[in-house]
């Protein structure tokens, strides 16, 4: 069988980066992809360039939107694809092998991850991830967006992005998909995306929220585990007595990871 894939991109005002990543998506050797622009009303020139090209866009769109992940949902909304992955304008593929790489038509995994490059000042630098993926991973740690293909029936089953954050809802899916839903998923040994530092995420002024935001969610749907980790953090927030039975609960019910 062969996957079809919905590569989604999102773009706001970033022309340069919309031209870098729609050539490397259109150079995909892969025969079953969807592609979909979701513009956030740009005034730059990425609608004149969209339009220029539309013919080569299974969908697009442009208007404005309430951030990142509402913009992330209008492109899963619209996907027909077996898979997504979403590649943001400023990112790309990192060969023309990219997608054939990743997916092989025996594969039936929920999420399929690879590697991916991190540029910086002209440099790029080949990130790999871990084959095992626990939730201590996850506490400091994601898999990367531009470079997994979802299955897009997990969107369908848990729900799409979740707009209340406003730059980790990538990273929750993930977490609550593999550790608290039992997802299958399979790393890949294949360079599949370079990601431009550019982006929101990576700016110094992100890191704050990204850590508060992360926070909020363990301490919202993990709350052993998160107690667990500020006592190993030596931060006291918890009485002993709490404490203690916090560990005793968490190893009764993580042991396992």
């Avoid at 299974?58 to 898979?83: L, R, T």
């Avoid at 626990?134 to 967006?145: E, L, V």
């Amino acid at each position: 069988m062969e996957y079809r894939i919905s590569v989604i991109t999102i773009n706001l005002n970033n022309l340069s980066g919309l031209r870098r990543t729609v050539e490397s998506v259109l150079l995909q050797d892969y025969p079953q992809i969807e592609y979909l622009i979701i513009d956030g009303g740009s005034k730059d020139g990425s609608l004149d360039y969209i339009k220029s090209r539309e013919s080569q866009f299974d969908y697009w769109v442009s208007e404005e939107d309430f951030g990142i992940y509402d913009a992330m949902n209008k492109g899963i909304i619209k996907a027909k694809g077996d898979y997504l992955i979403f590649l943001n304008s400023g990112d790309y593929f990192f060969s023309s092998k990219s997608l054939s790489s990743l997916i092989k038509n025996n594969i039936t995994k929920d999420i399929i991850y690879g590697n991916m490059g991190v540029e910086k000042e002209g440099k790029i630098e080949v990130k790999k991830y871990p084959r095992l993926l626990t939730i201590d991973y996850f506490r400091n740690g994601t898999i990367p967006h531009p470079s997994s293909l979802i299955k897009r029936s997990l969107f369908e089953k848990f729900g799409n992005y979740n707009t209340n954050y406003k730059i980790i809802s990538d990273w929750a899916f993930f977490l609550d998909a593999i550790i608290k839903c039992n997802v299958s998923y399979l790393y890949v040994d294949s360079d599949v995306s370079i990601f431009n530092l550019n982006g929101v995420s990576s700016q110094p002024s992100s890191y704050r929220l990204i850590h508060a935001e992360m926070d909020m969610h363990f301490k919202n749907n993990y709350l052993i585990y998160y107690i667990y980790t500020k006592l190993i953090w030596g931060i006291k927030y918890y009485p002993k007595r709490i404490a203690e039975k916090a560990v005793l609960m968490f190893k009764k019910n993580y042991s396992d990871l």
